[in-house]
């Protein structure tokens, strides 16, 4: 299971689409509670096993926040969400980490994603900058991406998933135990996994 985690119009749910449909799409209805979209991503060394990600794309209404803490627990994955072209969204990500490692497992996978990579010319946060927080924040992995154009989403997702199947190797993850969020699939030739996706919120909300 992964949760998409952000605050609000930072772009998450379009993430969610150019990875499942492969589309863009200027108006789409906020996010209320929390929807699913999945998609199969191959890992390991060669690309031999197939994970399937189950991405939980999350409100970032502030009165959902109680709703989207209580999903947490379950996660394999998170991916924290910001807007480039809004500097709030990377100083509110803060109060989304907070909730991720207050709620979740000590050794959930967290990927950083800066979305909206494609206005440069309203960028706010630079990549350093950007790049900078997340290493002071333990976080391991870090891209910019487009939902817009569809650079590096794949790539967000991809280096989630290789950093969970990682930790599955090493027997941090149990795909036995329903509760880390991980099982096996016979379908897939791989594992099912549910990952959390989440944006930064202003003082109101996400879409």
């Given amino acids: 299971m992964v949760w998409e985690l952000e605050e609000l119009a930072c772009g998450k749910s379009s993430l969610t689409i150019r990875l499942t449909d492969d589309r863009f799409s200027d108006v789409h209805d906020v996010t209320i509670a929390a929807e699913i979209g999945s998609k199969i991503i191959p890992v390991g060394r060669d690309g031999?096993?197939?994970i399937k990600l189950q991405i939980w794309d999350t409100a970032g209404q502030e009165h959902f926040r109680a709703v989207t803490?209580?999903?947490f627990r379950n996660a394999a994955g998170c991916i924290l969400v910001y807007d480039v072209?809004?500097?709030e969204t990377l100083k509110n990500a803060q109060n989304w980490l907070d909730d991720i490692r207050?709620?979740?497992e000590p050794d959930v996978s967290i990927c950083l994603v800066g979305n909206k990579s494609d206005l440069e010319g309203q960028r706010q946060v630079s990549f350093e900058e950007a790049e900078n927080w997340?290493?002071?924040n333990d976080i391991a992995h870090f891209l910019e991406t487009s939902a817009?154009?569809?650079d590096n989403v794949v790539d967000a997702y991809t280096q989630l998933a290789q950093q969970i199947h990682e930790k599955i190797v090493q027997g941090q993850y149990n795909v036995n135990d329903k509760n880390r969020g991980v099982k096996a699939s016979s379908?897939?030739?791989g594992l099912n996994l549910n990952v959390?996706?989440?944006?930064q919120r202003p003082s109101s909300s996400c879409c």
Avoid: L
């Avoid at 959390?196 to 944006?199: K, L």
């Fill in 148 to 150: 817009k154009t569809g």
């Fill in 48 to 50: 031999e096993k197939n």
């Fill in 69 to 71: 803490r209580s999903y």
């Fill in 187 to 189: 379908t897939t030739g």
């Fill in 102 to 104: 207050e709620q979740a």
């Fill in 134 to 136: 997340a290493k002071e």
């Fill in 85 to 87: 072209t809004r500097r």
């Fill in 196 to 199: 959390d996706q989440q944006e």
